[in-house]
């Protein structure tokens, strides 16, 4: 009957303890998740403010610059992440970004270059366009390649694969030289 009342109190402060490490855990992933919201509170207000773009604009030309502008924003966050050793992050933005590049810049300036006379004037306006989102991959590109360490190197392999298969969509999309 004593080793039960002994017990008791055992188990009793196993459970507070318990209770309280999860209490701690909870506050430190809450902490955690704040961090993160406030570190991605740009990028989430840029990319509402991308959608909005992409809804209202009309034309394939004026999507492309709006998912540019996504692009570019994206690309920003990876070189911060990669700053900071965010293997994760930069691997995940770099996938969004290889989307945004090939679903969201190529597919749009494909698509007006479909329904365009072919000596159209608004073709300098779509080499302007993928021009500027090929600009941005390149010199992200170089900086992931450059990592400071040879474990980062191998580590952003799978960023660099995404942005060299983006710059290849657009690099596809290149203005035909005349003859």
Not at 40 to 66: F, Q, S, W
Not at 107 to 118: F, I
Not at 173 to 179: E, G, M, N, V
């Amino acid at each position: 009957m004593k080793s039960c009342l002994l017990i008791v109190p055992i188990v009793g402060s196993a459970i507070v303890c318990l209770s309280g490490q999860h209490w701690e855990t909870s506050q430190r992933v809450d902490n955690d998740r704040a961090i993160q919201f406030h570190r991605d509170a740009c990028l989430i207000e840029t990319m509402v403010d991308g959608g909005l773009c992409l809804a209202k604009e009309e034309t394939p030309l004026l999507r492309a610059e709006c998912c540019t502008a996504l692009a570019q924003q994206l690309a920003t966050e990876v070189r911060h992440a990669a700053k900071n050793h965010d293997h994760a992050r930069v691997e995940e933005l770099g996938q969004h970004l290889r989307t945004v590049l090939d679903q969201g810049v190529a597919v749009n300036l494909s698509e007006m270059r479909k329904h365009m006379p072919a000596d159209s004037s608004v073709e300098k306006r779509i080499e302007e366009v993928r021009r500027s989102a090929v600009s941005l991959v390149e010199p992200l590109e170089e900086e992931l390649e450059q990592a400071s360490a040879p474990q980062e190197h191998e580590e952003f392999q799978n960023t660099l694969q995404a942005l060299r298969q983006g710059w290849a969509e657009l690099e596809r999309l290149r203005a035909p030289t005349p003859p």
